[in-house]
């Protein structure tokens, strides 16, 4: 079955603090993942991707597959940080066919002052 | 950049009315357009896919009859929450994917919130 996990509904951290949110993933296949974000009272955007392994606001995630895990990174929270970020997987649509994107539950990233 | 609008931002309607959403791209094409729906404090669940001259695919649970999904142009996908009930009540929201280098992109809409009295 396909399914994303974000086990922890908020993350508080200190401005400065490292910062990991934690995504692991079940797919049958070689899915692609992402991680979203969505600041207060804004749509949905894409923050990264796998496959392009690049850093955006500092924020960075791999791809592990042996752990099936895509954790998001950024060594130093800042304020502006603060949002909610869901892990998301895509791929081939399994039974129902087609692509679609399935979305993990969010975590609330707080960075305190 | 891509954007997507979504037509009403907020509705409110009575019980066993229907409602139309519209989803557009504004700037780029889109084959493929997703709805979803989120609850508050949950996550976005995926109702259909919508593919632009053919029938919508729904993932399992969600009722074809009740959701219907219309995409007729490469621009524009339409949801109509049919004899709509409180428990219909949530935020929509749609995506489209579009082709950004060499990579597919979803693109997400602001959000329709339907209050259902």
């Known amino acids: 079955a396909q399914r994303v996990t974000q086990p922890e509904k908020l993350l508080s951290v200190f401005k400065g603090a490292p910062v990991e949110l934690k995504c692991n993933y079940s797919y049958s296949g070689s899915p692609e993942l992402f991680w979203y974000v969505q600041y207060s009272r804004q749509r949905l955007q894409l923050l990264l991707r796998?496959?392009s392994r690049e850093s955006i606001k500092g924020f960075t995630a791999d791809l592990n597959k042996g752990e099936t895990s895509f954790h998001l990174k950024k060594p130093f929270a800042q304020e502006e940080d603060s949002a909610m970020y869901y892990c998301a997987l895509s791929g081939p649509g399994g039974d129902t066919g087609g692509f679609k994107t399935i979305f993990g539950a969010g975590t609330r990233l707080f960075v305190k002052a | 950049g891509a954007v997507v609008s979504q037509h009403p931002s907020w509705v409110i309607c009575k019980s066993g009315t229907s409602v139309k959403i519209e989803c557009r791209s504004l700037?780029?094409?889109?084959?493929?357009m997703f709805w979803y729906r989120q609850f508050p404090k949950q996550s976005l669940m995926l109702m259909a896919t919508?593919?632009?001259?053919?029938?919508?695919?729904?993932e399992q649970g969600v009722e074809k009859d009740k959701f219907l999904i219309n995409h007729a142009s490469l621009t524009l996908s339409t949801l109509t929450v049919t004899s709509a009930h409180p428990e219909d009540s949530s935020f929509y929201i749609c995506?489209?994917?579009?082709?950004?280098?060499?990579?597919?992109?979803?693109?997400f809409g602001p959000g329709t919130r339907l209050t259902v009295l």
């Open positions: 700037d780029f094409q889109a084959t493929t």
């Open positions: 919508s593919n632009e001259g053919s029938k919508a695919t729904y």
């Open positions: 796998h496959i």
């Open positions: 995506s489209a994917r579009a082709q950004t280098g060499v990579a597919d992109t979803q693109y």
